[in-house]
Antibody, heavy 121, light 110 residues
Framework: EVHLVQSGAEVKKPGESLRISCKGS????????ITWVRQMPGKGLEWMGR????????SYSPSFQGLVTISADKSTSTAFLQWNNLKASDSAMYYC??????????????WGQGTLVTVSS | ETVLTQSPDTLSLSPGERANLSCRAS???????LTWYQQRPGQAPKLLMY???SRATGIPERFSGSGSGTDFTLTISRLEPEDFAVYYC???????????FGQGTKLEIK
């Protein structure tokens, strides 16, 4: 059975660094892209970017380019989302999700449980 | 960049009724690249439809999708209590490349 398990909730101060993780199991990790999605409190879903775990090629939303770094370690089937300079506005729930490609169609078919990040002084 | 606008923002219906949720794109979107998700309170989103009209694994037949070009619709034929949730459409675009979401439609019990 496919699972994406994310790291636990984090409380950080502005200016600090943070890396959260998403560990895949039950499938060949390198066969599917992993995407990251932000959901701010009471708001909708925002696509942040994706990574191909087979070669670590990344693609970012223009809204998040340069603000976060997505990486992956295929030896541990884990993807990461990293910040070097957190802001209060980064407080949100962050989801990882597996990208399923079906011919010319796409879908995020498995999701992690979410990691709540709180940034407050 | 393609913007997806969903309507209405909130839809109030009763169990057993039919729901039609709209997703309009600012420019033409390939039907292959239009996807729908359901998000219940406190849960991660769930894939409902891909390719605009194909149900994902395990999704009941009361869910259907249609549309092309700039106008897409998610229809729930007879609402069950568990269908009251927030629904998002999403599209894959190439300029710039990415997977944009609509702002969501909240389906609430009347």
């Amino acid at each position: 059975e496919v699972h994406l398990v994310q790291s636990g909730a984090e409380v950080k101060k502005p200016g600090e660094s943070l890396r959260i993780s998403c560990k895949g199991s039950g499938y060949r990790f390198t066969n599917y892209y992993i995407t990251w999605v932000r959901q701010m409190p009471g708001k909708g879903l925002e696509w942040m970017g994706r990574i191909d775990p087979s070669d670590s090629y990344t693609s970012y939303s223009p809204s998040f380019q340069g603000l976060v770094t997505i990486s992956a370690d295929k030896s541990t089937s884990t993807a990461f989302l990293q910040w070097n300079n957190l802001k209060a506005s980064d407080s949100a729930m962050y989801y990882c999700a597996r990208l399923l490609v079906l011919g010319h169609s796409y879908g995020l078919d498995y999701w992690g449980q979410g990691t709540l990040v709180t940034v407050s002084s | 960049e393609t913007v997806l606008t969903q309507s209405p923002d909130t839809l109030s219906l009763s169990p057993g009724e039919r729901a039609n949720l709209s997703c309009r794109a600012s420019q033409s979107v390939s039907s292959s690249h239009l996807t729908w998700y359901q998000q219940r309170p406190g849960q991660a989103p769930k894939l409902l439809m891909y390719g605009a009209s194909s149900r994902a694994t395990g999704i009941p037949e009361r869910f259907s999708g249609s549309g092309s070009g700039t106008d897409f619709t998610l229809t729930i034929s007879r609402l069950e209590p568990e269908d009251f949730a927030v629904y998002y459409c999403q599209q894959y675009g190439t300029s710039p490349p990415g997977y944009t979401f609509g702002q969501g439609t909240k389906l609430e019990i009347k």
